[in-house]
């Protein structure tokens, strides 16, 4: 479960408010998806979810730990792939997963169940043993992934996992979301590409201006019409919050 209790986050001495009084609770069960346009405040959002950022006011709670007292007991409780990330390129795919595995205490037979399932699903295998400086943009996005997950935490937290990746790729990471949700755990992740939100969430969330303007089910957003998510979703970001 994640809780953020009216949360706000300032930059710029306060000029800027990324994120405004931030009131929201994602049950455990469920994929979240966060959708807003460009600078809304999703990536902030999410750093402040994984205590990257600290709020400048209220609390973020990890399955009930918050994340300012036991920081290290909240940040093991999810796995968490970036917007964008510098990766050690000398190691090879493997090195970094290896790392990974140890900086989060993963026994040997749990990494290598985990590594063989990831690597077989995004078609790795190969590019395992050679060196991150040689790897596609895509290729890392898939490493990134794979080594974010790798101690199995029971919330996923992703920020645009889509970009880059093939369709074949898109595909088994969604199931690979939809499945980790059944499961009883929970699925964070921003998107802009919406016909991947409406399809794969069980709750959406849209944030304008730091500020959550709608939040629910795609049939609560749409008030029992059957508009698009793309309709709901420009409409709402142009009357609302101004
Ligand atoms: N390090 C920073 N210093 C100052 N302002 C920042 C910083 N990071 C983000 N901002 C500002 O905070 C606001 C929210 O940015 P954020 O990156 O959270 O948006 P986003 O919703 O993730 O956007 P995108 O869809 O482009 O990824 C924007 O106004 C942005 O300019
Ligand atoms: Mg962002």
Redesign the pocket.
Known sequence: MIQFQNVTKT??GGK?K?VDNLDLTIEEGKVFGFI??????????IKLLTGILSPDNGRVLLNGIDMARDPIAAKRSFGYVP?AFDMYERLTGMDYLNFMADIYGVDAASRKRHIDKYLALFELEDAAGQQIRGYSRGMKQKLAITGALIHEPSIWVLD?PMVGLDPQSVFMLKEEMRRHADSGRTVFF?T?VLDVAERLCDEIGI?KR?RLIARGTLDELRHGGDSSLEEVFLELVEKKGE
Request: glycine residues 20%; hydrophobic residues 25%; proline residues 5%.
């Open positions: 930059y710029a800027v990324a807003g346009p460009n600078g809304a405040g999703k990536t902030t959002t917007d645009e921003s802009h944030i730091g």
